[in-house]
């Protein structure tokens, strides 16, 4: 009997082993899924709370929310200031189109506006486990935060970014 069972062992670890590795790798991605979640939160958060103090249409939101690096890297892998959306909302939360400083009616749509949103949008994340799906693609992230200065001092000037 021991004749035929031989190299058994090495086909039942084999088997068992594949099982506990793909469910390893199952848990560290998840882990690795949960932290880009929480950083794409926090990414938007951050926008919408540099938004609220910097000039209106200031580029500087984006840019600061990424935790940009001064090579242009992000804390997140891919996330790009293409992917953060930031809008003005009115009292009731519609959006509020701002022209440029200089258009006329600048100054009656910064007096509507009452909070900032930051908008995370099209973003996949990317999988480190091969020959599963290469990309899930993300939810919305958005924070929204009451306005503060927008770029005016107590002087009325505009603050320099």
């Not at 469910?23 to 950083?39: D, H, K, L, P, S």
């Not at 509507?112 to 994340?125: G, M």
């Not at 899930?136 to 002087?155: C, H, K, N, Q, Y």
Request: net charge negative; hydrophobic share 50%; glycine share 10%.
């Amino acid at each position: 009997m021991k004749a035929r069972q031989r190299g058994l062992t090495t086909v039942e670890f084999a088997v068992v082993g594949l099982v506990l590795m793909v469910i390893v790798f199952g848990v560290i991605e998840f882990a690795r899924f949960m932290w880009v979640a929480n950083a794409l939160t926090e990414v938007t958060r951050r926008a919408a709370r540099v938004a609220t103090v910097c000039p209106v249409n200031d580029p500087l939101s984006g840019q600061v929310g990424l935790f940009a690096d001064e090579f242009g890297g992000s804390i997140v892998n891919g996330v790009t200031s293409d992917n953060i959306l930031i809008e003005y909302l009115d009292e009731g939360g519609s959006a509020v189109a701002v022209p440029g400083r200089s258009d006329a009616g600048f100054e009656a749509a910064f007096m509507r506006i009452r909070y900032v949103r930051s908008r995370l949008v099209n973003y996949e994340h990317e999988l480190i486990i091969p020959l599963v799906l290469p990309t899930i693609p993300m939810p919305g992230f958005d924070a929204v935060l009451p306005r503060e200065s927008l770029g005016i001092t107590r002087e009325g000037e505009f603050c320099r970014a």
